[in-house]
């Protein structure tokens, strides 16, 4: 599968059912804590051999922030934590443990369970960790643990919406981008001190760094570059590059919706030559 130009591979190994799998009544392999996630699981081992198997190779979190529970919906078959457990031996785990960069993201204890601890930032998309067991003798068996954030979810949805809704094959870029900065002052307010991007498309409301940056996000995710000014100062300012030249937007303005926006034509030299002062790095325009 290729999604916003990374490809991702999925192994699938299908394999007979042995007699002595034990399953739920849905079909699938239980855990024996009542959870079923999307794992892809190991078959038991014949009785007397010593074969040490994880429950399942690879496990999927996901992260559900309470303060947007008023507007992104739950799915009750979505777990932050899953239980580990090794079986086919009567060796004990002697050691359960995390690696990887991503690690910082989850947590395990002493007895396998793995919980996901933060969400991961909107254009992460996912975090990944191994969550290893090590067994007396020294064996290590291991199982990837990937992480989402159900508000991320439901923001693609809403971008994959707006761009359905909004944008066609025939817009230049610059008619998308002028669409985007429309589309944010028509769903929200000004808000002041309130500099989550997130919230001008969960909430309707943010002030003007929220409104640069979810310009720049949203553009982004319909394909034109764009970065929102980091500096204080530079209110409501995105820069953004649309069929070759180079356009700085201003949003965020506190007035009554639908709020409107500027535009003014610019150069790459004028960006790289005030990346400071905007709080942008212009060499992303080249990448």
């Known amino acids: 599968a290729v999604y916003k130009e990374k490809k991702y591979r999925c192994k699938v190994t299908v394999k007979k059912r042995k007699a002595t799998t034990k399953t739920a009544d849905n079909g699938k392999t239980d855990d024996s804590d009542g959870n079923v996630p999307k794992v892809h699981k190991e078959n038991s081992t014949q009785a007397g051999a010593d074969k040490p198997v994880l429950n399942a190779?690879?496990?999927?979190?996901?992260?559900?922030?309470?303060?947007?529970?008023?507007?992104?919906?739950?799915?009750?078959?979505?777990?932050?934590?899953?239980?580990?457990?090794?079986?086919?031996?009567?060796?004990?785990?002697?050691?359960?443990e995390l690696s990887g960069e991503d690690a910082f993201y989850f947590e395990i204890t002493g007895y396998g369970l793995v919980t996901l601890k933060h969400a991961p930032a909107y254009e992460d998309g996912s975090v990944s960790v191994k969550a290893k067991a090590t067994l007396s003798d020294g064996t290590v068996l291991s199982a990837k643990v990937?992480?989402?954030?159900?508000?991320?979810?439901?923001?693609?949805?809403?971008?994959?919406?707006?761009?359905?809704?909004?944008?066609?094959?025939?817009?230049?870029?610059?008619?998308?981008?002028?669409?985007?900065?429309?589309?944010?002052?028509?769903?929200?307010?000004?808000?002041?001190?309130?500099?989550?991007?997130?919230?001008?498309?969960?909430?309707?409301?943010?002030?003007?760094?929220?409104?640069?940056?979810?310009?720049?996000?949203?553009?982004?995710?319909?394909?034109?570059?764009?970065?929102?000014?980091?500096?204080?100062?530079?209110?409501?300012?995105?820069?953004?590059r649309a069929d070759g030249k180079y356009y700085i937007y201003t949003t965020g303005f506190n007035e009554p919706r639908p709020r409107s926006y500027m535009v003014s034509e610019t150069t790459y030299d004028y960006l790289e030559e005030h990346e400071d002062e905007l709080g942008i790095w212009a060499g992303y325009f080249l990448r």
Not at 67 to 78: F, K, L, R, W
Not at 229 to 237: L, P, R, S
């Open 57 to 96: 190779k690879e496990v999927s979190l996901y992260y559900y922030i309470q303060s947007d529970a008023d507007v992104v919906p739950a799915d009750p078959s979505h777990k932050d934590s899953f239980r580990l457990k090794v079986s086919g031996t009567k060796k004990e785990v002697k050691k359960w």
């Open 146 to 240: 990937t992480g989402y954030s159900e508000t991320n979810l439901y923001l693609d949805r809403l971008f994959q919406k707006f761009a359905k809704e909004n944008i066609t094959s025939g817009m230049t870029e610059k008619e998308k981008a002028d669409r985007v900065a429309g589309y944010i002052g028509e769903i929200s307010d000004y808000e002041f001190y309130n500099d989550s991007w997130e919230d001008i498309f969960l909430h309707g409301k943010g002030d003007c760094m929220a409104s640069r940056h979810a310009m720049a996000v949203l553009c982004r995710y319909i394909g034109i570059k764009a970065a929102g000014c980091n500096n204080i100062n530079v209110h409501g300012k995105t820069a953004v």
